[in-house]
């Protein structure tokens, strides 16, 4: 984990409300591993303490990228910045995804909106290919289809208002799958907690193993402050764990959704 100063190579619209955001950090990219998420301090913002986290989407050679949606002041600022502008950075950060073996359970990978950005490398790094399934609330939130295309993955696409791939939630096509389908599987979930709440009852209903990348505010992101704690299951009972270090990738059967907030 390095903290550096970082120049912007390109910051571009994805669609609608996206942006791509490559960033030059070769010590980074080297160490990067699929799931792991950088804290960047976003310079230009007059009360730039506060990091914000993203996922890490590529990492090649000497760049990083990172995939995100304008929701908010950072965000927005972060919208309007140029090539050759600067972010202050810190990662690879946290304990990311199991990347499958090969000969090993399918895959299946389940994306919702911005959560995609967390599934390109763990697609791009796995030597066993499978299915992935993106939801979003309309087209626009359907991201990196054709990529995951072309790294040879089966996609599957859901939009809730129809405007793209099947009508409805990006469950239904997963549940499909896992009734009709055989053989041993796996998911790799990231996306907004209700997702990955339904998803965890998915895998225990079918007894499948399930990594899951939690979504929580986060402040430090390197395991001083506890603002981003959840309760996970233990062997003496359960405790508080750190979503930026011993997450934000954890067993879909350990997280105690019953405790958490
Ligand atoms: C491990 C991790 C990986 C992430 N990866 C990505 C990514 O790849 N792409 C991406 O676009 N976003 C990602 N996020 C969410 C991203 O960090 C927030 O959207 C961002 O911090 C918002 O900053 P802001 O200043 O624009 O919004 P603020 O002005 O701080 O807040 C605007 C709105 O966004 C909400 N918000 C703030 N932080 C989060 C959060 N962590 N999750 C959900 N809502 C939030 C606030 O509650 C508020 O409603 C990730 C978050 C985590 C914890
Ligand atoms: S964000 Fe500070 S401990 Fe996790």
Not at 68 to 87: C, W
Request: glycine share 10%; aromatic share 8%.
């Amino acid at each position: 984990m390095v903290e550096q100063t970082v120049q912007i190579i390109s910051n571009e619209r994805d669609t609608d409300a996206y942006f791509r955001l490559v960033l030059r950090a070769p010590e980074i990219a080297r160490a990067t591993q699929p799931g792991q998420f950088l804290h960047l301090r976003i310079l230009p913002m007059r009360d730039a303490l506060l990091r914000r986290p993203f996922s890490i989407f590529q990492a090649n050679g000497e760049t990083v990228s990172v995939l995100y949606k304008t929701v908010g002041k950072g965000t927005d600022i972060l919208a309007r910045m140029r090539a050759g502008e600067e972010l202050s950075a810190i990662g690879p950060l946290g304990h990311g995804f199991t990347v499958p073996a090969r000969g090993g359970e399918t895959p299946l990978l389940v994306a919702g909106g911005y959560g995609t950005a967390a599934m390109y490398l763990l697609a791009e790094r796995s030597p066993q290919k499978g299915i992935v399934f993106i939801g979003g609330r309309r087209r626009v939130d359907i991201l990196c289809e054709a990529e995951f295309r072309k790294l040879g993955w089966d996609v599957r696409v859901t939009t809730e208002d129809g405007s793209y791939g099947e009508k409805g939630m990006v469950t239904q096509l997963l549940l499909a799958e896992l009734k009709q389908g055989s053989g041993k599987r796996k998911l790799f979930v990231c996306g907004p907690t209700a997702m990955l709440k339904a998803v965890t009852r998915i895998a225990d209903e079918f007894k499948v193993p399930a990594e899951i990348s939690m979504d929580e505010h986060m402040c430090c992101g390197v395991g001083v402050c506890l603002a981003c704690v959840i309760p996970v299951k233990t062997a003496s009972g359960w405790e508080y764990q750190r979503t930026c270090t011993e997450g934000p990738v954890f067993d879909s059967r350990e997280v105690l959704w019953e405790v958490a907030k």
